[in-house]
């Protein structure tokens, strides 16, 4: 039973072109994320949703837009592709907002654009 | 905010040899403190993590960490590491009153058998 996961696992495109990554947690988690790790291991976080709404964003261009459609669900559409946007992105989840709690992760995705 | 430092990028060690690594935080309150290993390819795992209480901490794998709040900091240690502890370990800081959890840099860890 995986807890988060994430397809696809990796995703190779071209610059310019529009995709997806899907997150679903079956934990019963009220918050979700999502996090770029660079090529130095470097982990960012990017969105955090509670209960679908939107209660992180920290800088990131807006050609990045974050969907919930429910509680169990946090995919990442990202528009207009560029070379810098190659990265590892994690979707997380943990129990609640506000709590300081523990994070669960899921595997990542590898984008690389060509 | 809070923040978080990891001094070493690098570390290798022997296999069976002890391990220490180094975490310090910035953070007004009392933060709440995990260590996360990330085998390659792999997604995060949750080693140990510290809320309060007890300041000398246990985890999986048989690692342990020390808070230390005079030193803001808190390390990680083993002390026999196997060469299936190679990995990456990320520690972070988390606060009460928010979910905006602070990843540092990582530390690679190599073990020579």
């Known amino acids: 039973d995986t807890a988060v996961s994430q397809t696809p696992k990796y995703l190779v495109t071209q610059m310019g072109n529009d995709k997806s990554i899907k997150c679903e947690q079956n934990?019963?988690?009220?918050?979700m994320y999502w996090y770029k790790q660079d090529s130095k291991k470097f982990l960012k976080i990017m969105f955090s949703y509670n209960n679908k709404e939107l209660i992180i964003n920290e800088t990131v261009p807006n050609r990045f837009s974050p969907k919930s459609p429910d509680k169990a669900h946090l995919n990442l559409h990202i528009n207009s592709l560029e070379l810098g946007d190659s990265a590892v992105y994690f979707c997380a989840s943990s129990q609640r907002a506000g709590a300081g709690g523990e994070q669960f992760f899921g595997p990542g995705t590898r984008l690389t654009v060509l | 905010a809070q923040s978080v430092t990891q001094p070493d990028i690098h570390i290798t060690v022997s296999e069976g040899a002890s391990l220490e690594l180094r975490c310090n935080y910035s953070?007004?309150?009392?933060?709440?403190l995990f260590w996360y290993v990330q085998s390659p390819g792999q997604g995060l795992q949750l080693l140990l993590k510290?809320?309060?209480?007890?300041?000398l901490v246990q985890g999986i794998k048989g690692f342990e960490a020390e808070f230390k709040r005079s030193q803001s900091s808190f390390n990680l240690r083993k002390p026999s590491v196997h060469w299936s502890d190679a990995a990456e370990y990320f520690c972070?800081?988390?606060?009460?009153?928010?979910?905006?959890?602070?990843f540092g840099a990582g530390t690679r860890l190599t073990v020579k058998p």
């Open positions: 934990l019963g988690h009220d918050t």
């Open positions: 972070a800081v988390g606060a009460l009153n928010n979910n905006d959890m602070r």
């Open positions: 953070y007004g309150a009392t933060p709440y």
């Open positions: 510290y809320f309060s209480g007890d300041t």
